[in-house]
């Protein structure tokens, strides 16, 4: 199988794959062939004759390959051109003499010139061979008998041919696209239809050692995780068709868009970006997802983490998406909804993360997470009636590391779940003969995961406490990011008897209208509130119209962060009935918190200035 320009394409001689058979020509018939390729199309001509085949005698058709349906119309390409090549050897000839009753027919040298001959002309005329037979006819009848037996032998030759060729076109044409298929499908993604990881990486490998230099973006979806679990696969494919659909609209065809895996993407810069430009596109990427994505008929907010790192002909393309993906978790766990450029202190942070996390994780394996309580009391009698959760951890080799630190590693590493289950059985088990209620702190990615609810009422039912006792404290961030997963986990944990409370009202943006939606049981207000109202008129005035809106709501109110006398006083005033803070009790362990201020048979406990001083540890 031969190319337009003659070069094989494929080939085989006497059963076996060679490199080339227009090679083994003569040099003269192989530019006889060459020469004449142009002339020949998928409808007719079909270029034959007599060649030298290393050495020997050959009858040689060429012809284009075409479909065997006339009606077909593959796809336009380069015409490939099908060459058969038959030895005039003993066997051949043995059935020609057979088949024509020449006896003795044979192939000799020129030099050998018999009277019972003709000669085989090469393509140039040359000759090539004598086809010699032994005495039994007149010449010219001979002659005749001979071109009649080689006449169909030809024949039918080319007819082969054009059938072969026929069907090695739709063959190859079918080839063609399945493998085009097949490339298109190792290099694609196959929900969005983008570029996926290998193309991506080919293409900044490319770009880089052309340029010596890139930028690419690395960005994931806030929230996706969520709804993917919540609402299914399906929706969290088509959250996945419409970012790709968003992001592409808003690049347009000056950077190159890719979906890396999961709900991961990444952009490649155009070769005339600048860092000021890869920064205009992670905001216009952050700006093109604001617009809420409409699924099952309703909205949800998604949002995206940006990492920006720039590649250099000293690392390979590896090793600057990596760059990119630690910007990006960085961003993430800065807020969400922002960009971050990649910088060597990042890596060094992430290590010391890593480390944490494998301590974190053995903690927990050997139970080494301790759980202190902090007393809510209530304003008038600063009588104790729930006391707050709240984890915390001594690290053998680090000493204390503190919740903002541990809690956020939890959080990204997944152990949260484990955290919460544990902190949770550890609370009930201490709190459950204290006649008091408690309160845990619930993270986001606690709220949104599927099995809290019945992983909250298996603990419930391993330690007998009871369901109405139990408070678990949300953010504002857990109703605003999914607020129909919200409600329903809502609606789940108040059908058991589980009261939720809103925590560090003020500081987010939930709305009026997300407090009744909700049907919540109680608002604290952030101690950042609490720690202004003494010196601050608009902050006091804020936190007097949150106590309002609460007594509104029929929605009890505890003021975090309460430390001084003061304080206490302007927000009982206000009408807040609850409060939390140093001024009633620092977090304690349970032994040292019962042994202050509970009596195992108490129906009721008061709080004790004097024994708190005397007994409190500073946790």
Known sequence: ?????????????????????IGLLAPTDHAYILKNLSVLNAHNNTLSGFMELKGRVAAISVSQIAPANPYRNPPKAAPTYLMVVKPLNDSLLNQISQ????????????????????????????????????????????????????MPILGGLSWI???????????????CASEARALHMAHHDTLTGLPNRLAFLNALTERMMENGQSIILY???????????SLGHEAGDSVLRETARRVMEMLGNQHLLARLGGDEFAILMGEDSLSTRADDVASALLSSLVEPFVIAGMAHRIGASIGIARGSLDIDAQEVVRRADVAMYTAKSSGKGRAHWYSNAMDEGRTLRSEIEAELRQALRQGDIKVAYQPIVRSDSHAIICVEALARWTSPTRGVIGPDVFIPIAEQSGLIIELGQHVLREACLAVKDWNIDLAVNISPIQFRHPGLVAD???????????????????????????????????????EEG???????????????GYLRKFQLDKIKIDKSFTDRIER???????????????????????????????????????????????LFGKPLFADALEAAFFSKTAAASRLDHDRLRLHQAEI
């Not at 391993?462 to 408070?471: D, H, I, K, Q, V």
């Not at 504002?476 to 809502?490: C, D, F, H, K, R």
């Not at 003061?566 to 005033?573: G, H, K, S, V, Y």
Request: charge should be negative.
């Open 1 to 21: 199988m031969l190319d337009r320009d003659g070069h094989t394409l494929r080939a085989t001689y006497n059963g076996a794959t060679v490199q080339s058979l």
């Open 99 to 150: 088949t024509s009753g020449l006896r003795g027919l044979r192939l000799a040298k020129e030099s050998a010139r018999l009277e019972n001959s003709v000669a085989v002309h090469a393509t140039d005329g040359r000759i090539i061979g004598v086809m010699a037979w032994d005495y039994e006819m007149a010449g010219n009848l001979v002659v005749i008998m001979v071109c009649l037996v080689l």
């Open 161 to 175: 041919v054009l059938v072969a060729s026929a069907r090695t076109r739709a063959t190859w044409i079918d080839l």
């Open 219 to 229: 960005f994931d979806l806030d929230g996706f995780k969520e709804i993917n679990d």
């Open 456 to 494: 909250i009422l298996f603990v419930l039912k391993e330690t007998g406490f009871s369901a109405s006792r139990l408070e678990l404290e949300i953010t504002e961030g857990s109703l605003i990011e999914n607020s129909a997963v919200a409600q329903s986990m809502i609606s789940a944990l108040r």
């Open 498 to 512: 589980i009261r939720i409370s809103l925590d560090d009202f003020g500081t987010g943006y939930a709305s009026i």
């Open 536 to 582: 601050d008129r608009e902050t006091a005035m804020i936190t007097t119209a949150i106590i309002a809106l609460g007594s509104a709501l029929n929605l009890p109110i505890t003021a975090e962060g309460v430390e001084t006398a003061d304080q206490a006083a302007m927000l009982r005033i206000a009408g807040c009935r609850q409060f939390q803070g140093w």
